[in-house]
């Protein structure tokens, strides 16, 4: 499976961001799908995660702030990031598993002051 992130990459503080993550196969049946980021020189952390029956679940710094949406139709997971903060700086990464994992190339978001 090759997963290919999409989104805007830059806004100020209290601006919206939207990721979007196209999988190159079917998705209806892959349990989990979500994003995680990582701030260079810490570990990489689960940020959003939904499952194949829609249930999700957030990093407890998001929460109320950042939405994940999955369309099984089009095989693709979305990270709806609003109320952003500098500290939500980091590189995001598109996930599925399956069985196995598989991660996105990697996007950075910058979130300037």
């Known amino acids: 499976v090759q997963l290919q992130a999409y989104g805007e990459a830059w806004c100020r503080l209290g601006g919206s961001l939207r990721l979007s993550c196209a999988a190159s196969?079917?998705?209806?049946?892959?349990?989990?799908m979500g994003w995680y980021r990582q701030v260079l020189g810490k570990q990489r952390e689960p940020v959003a995660l939904?499952?194949?029956?829609?249930?999700?679940e957030y990093v407890d710094s998001v929460k109320g702030r950042f939405t994940i949406s999955r369309d099984n139709a089009r095989s693709t997971v979305d990270l709806q990031m609003n109320s952003l903060k500098p500290e939500d700086t980091a590189v995001y990464f598109c996930y599925l598993y399956d069985s196995r994992t598989y991660w996105g190339q990697g996007t950075l978001v910058t979130v300037s002051s």
């Open positions: 939904i499952s194949n029956l829609d249930s999700t």
């Open positions: 196969r079917d998705v209806k049946s892959v349990p989990i």
